[in-house]
C-alpha cells in the first residue's frame, strides 16, 4: 500500500494547493494521506490571540474543502484541525474518508509555559484510548507528535495489533535529531512503521523566531528512516509492506513474550 505525508505551513483559504497534491497522490496510487500540524489552521501562538469567529471560520471551511477533495479524488486523509463546537475549541486529528468523517480528539497536548496547549483548547483529560481505524488489512494508529513520549500510548498500540502509526507534529526549535532518535526507537520496539509529517514555515513574535524544520520521515517496523524529507514545503510517498511488519515481530518476539503473560489483554 502507497501511503503519503505533506509536511505545509498553514494553507490559505484556496484549495489549489490541496488540490494539486491531491491530484499527485491519486497518480502516484496513494491511498492514505498525513498532514502536518497547523496546516488546516494557524499556528497555535496565532490561535491564542485570534477571534473565536474567524478559527470557526477556518477550520469549517478547511473540512468543506477536505471532505469535497476526498470524494472528488477517492482519498482517505488523516489532517490535524481545531474543531469548533459552541465556544470551545478542541485539538482534533480528523479521519477523511471520501464518504465520511471522523473525529479523534488528542488526548496528550503539550502544556510547557511557552507553549501550552493544555490550557488553551478544551480537551477532556480523561484516561486515553487509542485513536485507531483499519484500511484494506492494515491497522493504523493516530499518534499527535506530543504523545509519542508517553508509555501509556504503546500499551494500547500493542493491546491492539497496530501496524502503522500516524503522526502528524509541529516540532521546532533545534529538536530534529532528538525526534529521529525517538521515532525510531518507537517503531523498533513495537514492531510498526512511523509516518510523522512534521510543519515547516516560521512563527515570529517580539521574543524569539519560530522555525519548523519539516524533515517528515517514514521509520520502519525494524526501527530504520526509510525516507525523509527536507526543510521546505514537500510531499513524501511510500511504500509499505504488512509482511514486514509480521517478520520483524517473529524476528524479535517481544509481542509474543508479553501475549504469553497475558499482558496484551
Given at each position: 500500500?502507497?501511503?503519503?505525508?505533506?509536511?505545509?505551513?498553514?494553507?490559505?483559504?484556496?484549495?489549489?494547493?490541496?488540490?494539486?497534491?491531491?491530484?499527485?497522490?491519486?497518480?502516484?496510487?496513494?491511498?492514505?494521506?498525513?498532514?502536518?500540524?497547523?496546516?488546516?489552521?494557524?499556528?497555535?501562538?496565532?490561535?491564542?490571540?485570534?477571534?473565536?469567529?474567524?478559527?470557526?471560520?477556518?477550520?469549517?471551511?478547511?473540512?468543506?474543502?477536505?471532505?469535497?477533495?476526498?470524494?472528488?479524488?477517492?482519498?482517505?486523509?488523516?489532517?490535524?484541525?481545531?474543531?469548533?463546537?459552541?465556544?470551545?475549541?478542541?485539538?482534533?486529528?480528523?479521519?477523511?474518508?471520501?464518504?465520511?468523517?471522523?473525529?479523534?480528539?488528542?488526548?496528550?497536548?503539550?502544556?510547557?509555559?511557552?507553549?501550552?496547549?493544555?490550557?488553551?483548547?478544551?480537551?477532556?483529560?480523561?484516561?486515553?484510548?487509542?485513536?485507531?481505524?483499519?484500511?484494506?488489512?492494515?491497522?493504523?494508529?493516530?499518534?499527535?507528535?506530543?504523545?509519542?513520549?508517553?508509555?501509556?500510548?504503546?500499551?494500547?498500540?500493542?493491546?491492539?495489533?497496530?501496524?502503522?502509526?500516524?503522526?502528524?507534529?509541529?516540532?521546532?526549535?533545534?529538536s530534529s535529531r532528538r525526534w529521529q532518535e525517538l521515532l525510531k526507537t518507537r517503531a523498533l520496539l513495537n514492531n510498526v512503521y512511523i509516518l510523522?509529517?512534521?510543519?515547516?514555515?516560521?512563527?515570529?513574535?517580539?521574543?524569539?523566531?519560530?522555525?519548523?524544520?519539516?524533515?517528515?520521515?517514514?521509520v520502519s517496523p525494524w526501527g530504520e528512516v526509510e525516507m525523509s524529507l527536507g526543510d521546505k514545503e514537500e510531499i513524501l510517498i511510500a511504500q509499505?509492506?504488512?509482511?514486514?511488519?509480521?517478520?520483524?515481530?517473529?524476528?524479535?518476539?517481544?509481542?509474543?513474550?508479553?501475549?504469553?503473560?497475558?499482558?496484551?489483554?
Open positions: 500500500m502507497k501511503i503519503a505525508a505533506l509536511q505545509l505551513a498553514t494553507l490559505p483559504m484556496s484549495s489549489a494547493k490541496l488540490d494539486y497534491y491531491f491530484r499527485i497522490c491519486k497518480e502516484k496510487e496513494v491511498e492514505l494521506l498525513l498532514l502536518s500540524e497547523y496546516a488546516l489552521n494557524s499556528f497555535f501562538k496565532e490561535l491564542e490571540v485570534m477571534p473565536l469567529s474567524m478559527i470557526k471560520e477556518q477550520s469549517n471551511h478547511k473540512i468543506e474543502v477536505l471532505k469535497e477533495l476526498c470524494k472528488k479524488y477517492e482519498m482517505n486523509v488523516v489532517a490535524p484541525l481545531v474543531h469548533v463546537k459552541g465556544n470551545h475549541l478542541y485539538k482534533t486529528n480528523a479521519k477523511f474518508a471520501p464518504k465520511s468523517v471522523s473525529y479523534f480528539d488528542q488526548q496528550f497536548l503539550i502544556n510547557y509555559k511557552h507553549w501550552n496547549e493544555e490550557k488553551f483548547f478544551d480537551n477532556e483529560v480523561k484516561p486515553y484510548e487509542l485513536a485507531s481505524f483499519s484500511h484494506k488489512n492494515i491497522k493504523f494508529a493516530v499518534i499527535s507528535g506530543y504523545e509519542l513520549h508517553f508509555d501509556q500510548v504503546f500499551i494500547e498500540v500493542m493491546k491492539k495489533n497496530i501496524d502503522v502509526i500516524l503522526t502528524p507534529s509541529s516540532s521546532t526549535f533545534e510523522r509529517a512534521n510543519r515547516v514555515g516560521t512563527f515570529t513574535n517580539k521574543d524569539e523566531n519560530w522555525k519548523f524544520y519539516g524533515h517528515s520521515n517514514l509499505i509492506d504488512k509482511e514486514e511488519v509480521l517478520k520483524a515481530r517473529k524476528n524479535w518476539g517481544w509481542k509474543k513474550a508479553i501475549k504469553k503473560r497475558g499482558y496484551d489483554e
